[in-house]
């Protein structure tokens, strides 16, 4: 599916964000205005690495934190922020994604030893870590096993640590733009955000009561007295 076929656009988005915007929190209308600005960037884009990479930054302004105050490590932040957000998903749009629109993507991503952390942390000789095959296959057992139970949080997290592996290929330089080697989890990657990411939003604008923290960087207005140096 490509970002066009999603049927919740930027257009329609930013339109209840503005109708909304008098009643939202302050720091949820920031963190929605710098997610839809994103999302809207991705829509825009033609191929799969930047789309991929503007709806992975677009998710990231949708929920990260001032991760100085917290001491859990971003994954585990994440972790909970998707397990929460398949909570208040009380339509079960995302579980339809997971057993419908996103199944052979899914199933392509789970059979992908290129998108798994730990094989290149066994090629790169990282200590500790000789029997990466052994966790690829109870990973995906397990992943089988959640689906089967339909347990959407599970899975969407399992989903999300191959794409988080993609995406610090593509980010930090270790894959070519365009490149033929990582197409299809590229591909697959794209689709999978391009209906998670304004789905997640959405979420997040019906739910705006929810406590969904402080954004790491928040606006700062310079004020006049300082300038001045008064």
Not at 11 to 38: G, I, V
Request: aromatic fraction near 10%; proline fraction near 3%.
């Amino acid at each position: 599916m490509s970002l066009s076929e999603s049927p919740l656009s930027f257009e329609l988005l930013k339109e209840r964000q503005r109708n909304l915007r008098d009643s939202l929190p302050e720091f949820l209308d920031l963190r929605l205005h710098r997610a839809l600005s994103w999302l809207q960037r991705a829509e825009l884009c033609e191929d799969d690495d930047g789309a991929f990479i503007f709806l992975w930054i677009a998710l990231n302004a949708a929920y990260a934190n001032d991760t100085h105050s917290e001491p859990e490590p971003e994954e585990n932040t994440f972790h909970f922020f998707i397990k929460r957000i398949v909570q208040l998903d009380r339509d079960r749009q995302i579980s339809d994604l997971l057993w419908d629109t996103w199944q052979k993507a899914i199933k392509h991503l789970l059979d992908n030893q290129y998108v798994y952390q730990r094989y290149w942390d066994f090629q790169n000789q990282k200590a500790g870590i000789e029997e990466w095959q052994i966790s690829f296959n109870r990973a995906r057992d397990h992943s089988k096993s959640a689906l089967a139970n339909q347990q959407t949080d599970v899975v969407l997290n399992i989903v999300m640590d191959r794409l988080y592996t993609l995406r610090n290929q593509l980010v930090h330089g270790g894959a070519t733009c365009g490149g033929s080697v990582n197409r299809s989890q590229v591909m697959d990657g794209r689709q999978i955000l391009a209906s998670l990411v304004p789905l997640v939003i959405a979420i997040m604008l019906d739910n705006a009561d929810e406590h969904w923290g402080e954004p790491y960087y928040p606006v700062r207005k310079r004020e006049a007295s300082e300038s001045h140096g008064s």
